[in-house]
Protein backbone atom coordinates (compact mmCIF):
# COMPACT_ATOMS: atom_id res chain seq x y z
CA UNK A 1 0.00 0.00 0.00
CA UNK A 2 1.28 3.37 -1.42
CA UNK A 3 1.49 6.00 1.65
CA UNK A 4 1.49 9.79 0.73
CA UNK A 5 1.90 12.12 4.22
CA UNK A 6 1.36 15.84 4.12
CA UNK A 7 1.99 17.64 7.10
CA UNK A 8 0.89 19.92 8.51
CA UNK A 9 -3.13 18.82 8.66
CA UNK A 10 -4.31 22.47 8.84
CA UNK A 11 -2.54 25.86 9.16
CA UNK A 12 -4.12 29.70 10.23
CA UNK A 13 -1.92 32.42 8.98
CA UNK A 14 -1.85 36.27 8.65
CA UNK A 15 -1.85 37.75 5.67
CA UNK A 16 0.86 38.87 4.74
CA UNK A 17 2.97 35.76 6.09
CA UNK A 18 4.51 33.76 4.22
CA UNK A 19 4.43 29.58 4.70
CA UNK A 20 5.09 26.37 3.69
CA UNK A 21 3.86 22.33 4.38
CA UNK A 22 5.44 18.94 3.27
CA UNK A 23 4.22 16.36 1.28
CA UNK A 24 6.29 12.36 2.11
CA UNK A 25 6.43 9.62 -0.66
CA UNK A 26 7.52 6.47 -1.02
CA UNK A 27 11.41 7.18 -2.50
CA UNK A 28 11.02 3.86 -4.50
CA UNK A 29 9.47 3.55 -7.95
CA UNK A 30 8.95 7.16 -8.31
CA UNK A 31 7.46 8.99 -11.65
CA UNK A 32 6.30 11.97 -10.64
CA UNK A 33 4.94 14.23 -7.91
CA UNK A 34 1.75 16.43 -8.20
CA UNK A 35 0.80 19.66 -6.46
CA UNK A 36 -2.73 20.45 -6.65
CA UNK A 37 -4.85 23.61 -4.82
CA UNK A 38 -8.22 22.36 -4.25
CA UNK A 39 -10.94 25.49 -2.98
CA UNK A 40 -14.31 24.85 -1.72
CA UNK A 41 -16.80 24.11 -3.69
CA UNK A 42 -14.29 24.34 -6.72
CA UNK A 43 -12.69 21.34 -8.57
CA UNK A 44 -8.98 20.88 -7.93
CA UNK A 45 -6.92 22.79 -9.44
CA UNK A 46 -3.22 21.04 -10.95
CA UNK A 47 -0.51 23.72 -9.40
CA UNK A 48 2.77 21.90 -10.68
CA UNK A 49 4.03 18.86 -11.55
CA UNK A 50 7.39 17.49 -10.97
CA UNK A 51 9.26 14.61 -12.23
CA UNK A 52 13.00 15.32 -11.49
CA UNK A 53 15.19 15.29 -8.24
CA UNK A 54 15.99 18.70 -7.47
CA UNK A 55 13.20 19.88 -9.21
CA UNK A 56 12.04 23.65 -8.43
CA UNK A 57 8.92 24.61 -9.88
CA UNK A 58 7.76 28.61 -9.55
CA UNK A 59 4.43 30.57 -10.48
CA UNK A 60 3.75 33.51 -9.04
CA UNK A 61 4.08 33.43 -4.99
CA UNK A 62 3.60 29.46 -4.87
CA UNK A 63 6.58 27.54 -5.10
CA UNK A 64 8.03 23.89 -4.59
CA UNK A 65 10.89 21.53 -4.70
CA UNK A 66 11.33 17.72 -4.97
CA UNK A 67 13.74 15.58 -3.14
CA UNK A 68 12.86 11.80 -4.51
CA UNK A 69 15.95 10.31 -2.72
CA UNK A 70 13.92 11.10 0.35
CA UNK A 71 10.89 11.17 -0.70
CA UNK A 72 9.51 14.83 0.16
CA UNK A 73 8.21 18.18 -1.42
CA UNK A 74 7.92 21.36 -0.26
CA UNK A 75 5.23 24.02 -1.44
CA UNK A 76 5.92 27.56 -0.11
CA UNK A 77 3.51 30.20 -0.84
CA UNK A 78 5.09 33.83 -0.16
CA UNK A 79 3.58 36.68 1.41
CA UNK A 80 0.06 34.70 1.95
CA UNK A 81 -3.48 36.28 0.50
CA UNK A 82 -6.68 35.32 1.47
CA UNK A 83 -7.59 34.10 -1.82
CA UNK A 84 -4.48 31.13 -1.13
CA UNK A 85 -7.15 30.10 1.23
CA UNK A 86 -7.37 26.16 0.10
CA UNK A 87 -6.81 22.77 0.82
CA UNK A 88 -3.51 21.86 -1.10
CA UNK A 89 -3.12 17.87 -2.33
CA UNK A 90 0.20 16.06 -3.23
CA UNK A 91 0.01 13.32 -5.55
CA UNK A 92 2.51 10.99 -5.92
CA UNK A 93 2.83 9.52 -9.37
CA UNK A 94 4.43 5.61 -9.62
CA UNK A 95 5.61 3.28 -12.55
CA UNK A 96 2.61 1.13 -11.68
CA UNK A 97 0.79 4.09 -12.97
CA UNK A 98 -1.14 4.68 -9.85
CA UNK A 99 -2.00 8.34 -8.71
CA UNK A 100 -1.88 8.35 -4.83
CA UNK A 101 -3.35 11.47 -3.01
CA UNK A 102 -2.07 12.79 -0.01
CA UNK A 103 -4.55 13.82 2.76
CA UNK A 104 -3.99 17.61 2.31
CA UNK A 105 -3.16 20.54 3.96
CA UNK A 106 -5.82 22.84 5.02
CA UNK A 107 -4.47 26.47 4.79
CA UNK A 108 -6.60 29.48 6.03
CA UNK A 109 -4.94 32.73 5.27
CA UNK A 110 -6.89 35.24 8.09
CA UNK A 111 -7.08 38.89 6.76
CA UNK B 1 -16.49 20.72 -24.32
CA UNK B 2 -13.11 22.55 -23.03
CA UNK B 3 -13.24 20.85 -19.66
CA UNK B 4 -14.24 17.36 -17.79
CA UNK B 5 -18.13 17.63 -17.21
CA UNK B 6 -20.07 15.39 -14.33
CA UNK B 7 -24.02 15.22 -14.29
CA UNK B 8 -26.00 15.58 -12.14
CA UNK B 9 -24.40 18.17 -9.67
CA UNK B 10 -26.81 16.98 -7.04
CA UNK B 11 -28.30 13.88 -6.40
CA UNK B 12 -30.44 13.16 -3.20
CA UNK B 13 -32.08 9.70 -3.19
CA UNK B 14 -33.55 7.38 -0.95
CA UNK B 15 -31.72 4.41 1.22
CA UNK B 16 -32.09 1.90 -1.24
CA UNK B 17 -32.33 3.25 -4.75
CA UNK B 18 -29.80 2.73 -7.23
CA UNK B 19 -28.10 5.83 -8.42
CA UNK B 20 -25.88 6.75 -11.83
CA UNK B 21 -23.29 9.28 -12.10
CA UNK B 22 -21.90 10.34 -15.40
CA UNK B 23 -18.36 12.12 -16.42
CA UNK B 24 -17.42 13.18 -19.80
CA UNK B 25 -13.93 13.74 -19.71
CA UNK B 26 -11.59 16.30 -21.59
CA UNK B 27 -11.94 14.97 -25.90
CA UNK B 28 -8.46 13.05 -26.37
CA UNK B 29 -8.20 12.03 -22.10
CA UNK B 30 -7.38 8.35 -22.48
CA UNK B 31 -7.40 8.01 -19.02
CA UNK B 32 -10.16 8.25 -16.46
CA UNK B 33 -10.39 8.21 -12.69
CA UNK B 34 -13.22 8.28 -9.99
CA UNK B 35 -12.71 9.36 -6.22
CA UNK B 36 -15.41 10.43 -3.82
CA UNK B 37 -14.44 12.89 -0.77
CA UNK B 38 -16.85 12.30 1.91
CA UNK B 39 -17.39 14.82 5.06
CA UNK B 40 -14.34 15.29 6.45
CA UNK B 41 -11.79 12.86 4.33
CA UNK B 42 -9.43 13.38 2.24
CA UNK B 43 -9.85 12.24 -1.45
CA UNK B 44 -10.52 8.55 -1.66
CA UNK B 45 -9.79 6.54 -4.91
CA UNK B 46 -12.19 4.58 -6.52
CA UNK B 47 -11.37 3.45 -10.12
CA UNK B 48 -9.32 4.13 -12.99
CA UNK B 49 -9.99 3.54 -16.55
CA UNK B 50 -7.54 3.24 -19.71
CA UNK B 51 -9.55 3.24 -22.75
CA UNK B 52 -12.42 1.47 -21.95
CA UNK B 53 -11.03 -1.17 -19.61
CA UNK B 54 -10.57 -0.25 -15.25
CA UNK B 55 -6.73 -2.31 -14.75
CA UNK B 56 -7.73 -0.57 -11.11
CA UNK B 57 -10.59 -1.48 -9.32
CA UNK B 58 -8.85 -1.50 -6.67
CA UNK B 59 -10.39 1.50 -4.76
CA UNK B 60 -14.07 0.46 -5.22
CA UNK B 61 -15.84 -0.07 -1.47
CA UNK B 62 -17.90 -2.84 -2.14
CA UNK B 63 -19.47 -4.87 -4.59
CA UNK B 64 -22.31 -2.31 -4.81
CA UNK B 65 -20.37 -0.13 -6.64
CA UNK B 66 -19.42 -0.52 -10.71
CA UNK B 67 -18.47 1.43 -13.16
CA UNK B 68 -18.34 1.51 -16.72
CA UNK B 69 -16.61 3.39 -19.80
CA UNK B 70 -17.61 3.50 -23.68
CA UNK B 71 -15.83 4.67 -26.95
CA UNK B 72 -13.11 5.66 -24.65
CA UNK B 73 -14.93 8.54 -23.74
CA UNK B 74 -18.08 8.81 -21.39
CA UNK B 75 -17.94 7.02 -17.58
CA UNK B 76 -20.56 6.07 -15.66
CA UNK B 77 -20.23 5.21 -12.03
CA UNK B 78 -23.46 2.78 -10.83
CA UNK B 79 -24.12 2.77 -6.46
CA UNK B 80 -26.84 -0.15 -6.40
CA UNK B 81 -28.43 -0.17 -2.79
CA UNK B 82 -27.37 2.86 -1.63
CA UNK B 83 -26.41 3.63 1.85
CA UNK B 84 -26.20 6.68 3.88
CA UNK B 85 -22.45 6.36 4.40
CA UNK B 86 -22.21 6.77 0.27
CA UNK B 87 -23.50 10.17 0.93
CA UNK B 88 -20.30 11.78 -0.69
CA UNK B 89 -18.70 14.22 -3.58
CA UNK B 90 -17.98 11.98 -6.33
CA UNK B 91 -14.84 13.36 -8.39
CA UNK B 92 -14.30 12.59 -11.69
CA UNK B 93 -10.58 13.18 -13.55
CA UNK B 94 -9.25 12.61 -16.91
CA UNK B 95 -5.71 12.88 -18.43
CA UNK B 96 -3.49 11.80 -21.19
CA UNK B 97 -1.85 8.30 -21.33
CA UNK B 98 -0.52 7.87 -17.19
CA UNK B 99 2.61 6.49 -18.65
CA UNK B 100 4.00 9.73 -19.83
CA UNK B 101 5.88 11.44 -16.97
CA UNK B 102 4.46 14.46 -15.64
CA UNK B 103 1.06 13.90 -17.24
CA UNK B 104 -1.79 15.94 -14.82
CA UNK B 105 -5.26 14.66 -14.13
CA UNK B 106 -7.97 17.54 -15.10
CA UNK B 107 -10.89 17.42 -12.68
CA UNK B 108 -14.68 17.66 -12.87
CA UNK B 109 -16.95 19.73 -10.94
CA UNK B 110 -18.19 16.59 -8.84
CA UNK B 111 -21.58 15.30 -7.79
CA UNK B 112 -22.89 15.32 -4.52
CA UNK B 113 -24.86 12.63 -3.80
CA UNK B 114 -26.82 12.81 -0.56
CA UNK B 115 -28.81 9.53 0.43
CA UNK B 116 -31.50 9.86 2.97
Known sequence: ILNVEQSPQSLHVQEGDSTNFTCSFPSSNFYALHWYRWETAKSPEALFVMTLNGDEKKKGRISATLNTKEGYSYLYIKGSQPEDSATYLCAFHNYGQNFVFGPGTRLSVLP | ?116
Open chain 2, 1 to 116: GAGVSQSPSNKVTEKGKDVELRCDPISGHTALYWYRQSLGQGLEFLIYFQGNSAPDKSGLPSDRFSAERTGGSVSTLTIQRTQQEDSAVYLCASSLEPGLAGVTQYFGPGTRLTVL
